[in-house]
């Protein structure tokens, strides 16, 4: 069965880190460029963060320029999510999502270029 399962996510305090994770099973995930969706409650499902299935390029939403830092490692399957000094704003539940479109095609926050999809793993940001 070809999945991502997203883990790392939990209740943290404002100006506090976590760090998220999703792995791929049942395929090779080193070919595929790799999204960070978020969605918080009662809001649109948005882009946060991207990298490149080859030279590891990135790119980052505004709203976690200089805070969020995306990576990969191609010999656990697993690209990762470091987030500091996380925001009440930044609660959420955030997806892993995977998409074989060359990453200077790829459209990188539309959510139909992506073919595989975790069940997402909930941020929440309180004192």
């Known amino acids: 069965q070809l999945q991502l399962v997203e883990s790392g996510g939990g209740l943290v305090q404002p100006g506090g880190s976590l760090r998220l994770s999703c792995t791929a099973s049942g395929f090779t995930l080193n070919s595929y460029a790799v999204a960070w969706f978020r969605q918080a409650p009662g809001k649109e499902r948005e882009g946060v963060s991207v990298?490149?299935?080859?030279?590891?390029?990135?790119r980052y939403a505004d709203f976690v320029k200089g805070r969020f830092i995306i990576s990969r490692d191609n010999a656990r399957n697993t690209v990762y999510l470091q987030m500091n000094s996380l925001k009440p704003e930044d609660t959420a539940i955030y997806y892993c999502?995977?998409?074989?479109?060359?990453?200077?095609?790829?459209?990188?926050?539309?959510?139909?270029?992506?073919?595989?999809w975790g069940q997402g793993t909930q941020v929440t940001v309180s004192s």
């Open positions: 999502a995977a998409g074989e479109v060359p990453f200077g095609l790829l459209l990188h926050w539309a959510q139909f270029e992506y073919d595989y």
């Open positions: 990298i490149s299935s080859t030279d590891s390029s990135t």
